[in-house]
């Protein structure tokens, strides 16, 4: 097992552009997060799924971010419009089934908004 | 809602020993969870609590007051490589993880 992944690890956009980022959970985790982290700063929530149902997303959020989670595997975050508040370590983890207090983090990706 | 509140900062001597305190306020609570996290690099899990108690993990001990809603994380013999970031996390009744602010903590030699 490889662990989560993401891809990719660094993104450079124009403000105003669409960016997608791609999480893979390690294999028969079921819980799967999304978080957002800034410098200085813990982990802000985001969402997470339980399989392929998304069952919370951050009030924080606005309708510029994207979710899924199809056939309850991978993950991809889609942020539209990108503003340079956008900027930050975008991190996924995951958990297994019963585990619920134990998430293993991927590295992250490390988004810039020019 | 959830919050949590620890120290930002705390400094101690490699050898020593030192605690980080973490209070929550939570709808709903099934535990409290620590993380450590180095400079570059990801979160990673390092003990949690779901009952009232002490649970110790080598040279790391977490402890949990539900009563009071306050946990702390005690780190004995220090070394170097424990410089790095210290979040607490909690899970309530949404069953999401929500962290702290972090603290982080120096060790000198």
């Known amino acids: 097992d490889t662990g989560v992944s993401q891809n990719p690890r660094h993104k450079i956009t124009k403000r105003g552009q669409n960016v997608t980022f791609r999480c893979d959970p390690i294999s028969e985790h079921n819980r799967l997060y999304w978080y957002r982290q800034t410098l200085g700063q813990g982990p802000e929530f985001l969402t997470y799924f339980q399989n392929e149902a998304q069952l919370e997303k951050s009030r924080l959020l606005s309708d510029r971010f994207s979710a899924e989670r199809p056939k309850g595997s991978f993950s991809t975050l889609e942020i539209q419009r990108t503003e340079q508040g956008d900027s930050a370590m975008y991190l996924c983890?995951?958990?297994?089934?019963?585990?619920?207090?134990?998430?293993?983090f991927g590295q992250g990706t490390r988004l810039t908004v020019v | 809602g959830q919050s949590l509140e620890q120290p930002s900062e705390v400094t101690a001597v490699e050898g020593a020993i030192v605690q980080i305190n973490c209070t929550y306020q939570?709808?709903?609570?099934?535990?409290l969870s620590w993380y450590q996290q180095h400079d570059g690099g990801a979160p990673t899990f390092l003990s949690y609590n779901a009952l009232d108690g002490l649970e110790e993990t080598g040279r790391f001990s977490s402890f949990l007051s539900r009563s009071d809603s306050y946990g702390y994380l005690l780190l004995q013999e220090l070394q170097m490589k424990d410089s790095a970031s210290y979040f607490c996390a909690v899970i309530g009744n949404t069953g999401k993880l929500i962290f702290g602010q972090g603290t982080t903590l120096q060790v000198k030699p």
């Open positions: 939570t709808s709903g609570f099934y535990g």
């Open positions: 983890a995951s958990s297994p089934p019963g585990e619920i207090f134990e998430a293993f």
